[in-house]
């Protein structure tokens, strides 16, 4: 049972966990996940809202054996920081596969997962996580 989800935040984090969208600057380009207000590269306010690819590639990775105790019952699990095709970076859990097929440059693709749930108040938080690519 992990606790701590609350429909606000979840309401707040739809763009990014469900449609993955990011916002560039339309001053420089910089491409921010999750999005940001001002621009760290030219200080602007001003932003446009993209999606972001859902390929990519694992720029690296760890296999979680001991984790905290809300996520006790899904260990072992691998947790990848990804290079997404646009050169965003974002972290994410990789499903679906044997740790030995793990390895830097692997290609992945982003999928629509169940997060997290939250046993007092039932609300279930949806995301992406990533797979290898065939």
Known sequence: MVTGVTVPKTWREYPQRYRLE????????KIFFPPRLICSECKSREFKTVKLPEEGKIFTFTII???????????PFAIAIIE????????????????????????????FRKIQ?????????????CVLKE
């Open 22 to 29: 990011a916002s560039q600057c339309t001053k420089c380009g």
């Open 65 to 75: 054996r001991t984790p905290s105790s809300e996520f006790k019952e899904y260990s």
């Open 84 to 111: 997404l095709d646009n050169g965003v970076k974002l972290t994410t859990q990789v499903v679906d596969c044997n740790f030995e097929d793990l390895e830097i440059g692997k290609r992945v693709k982003l999928v």
């Open 117 to 129: 749930e939250d046993g007092a108040t039932g609300v279930i938080a949806y995301g992406y996580k």
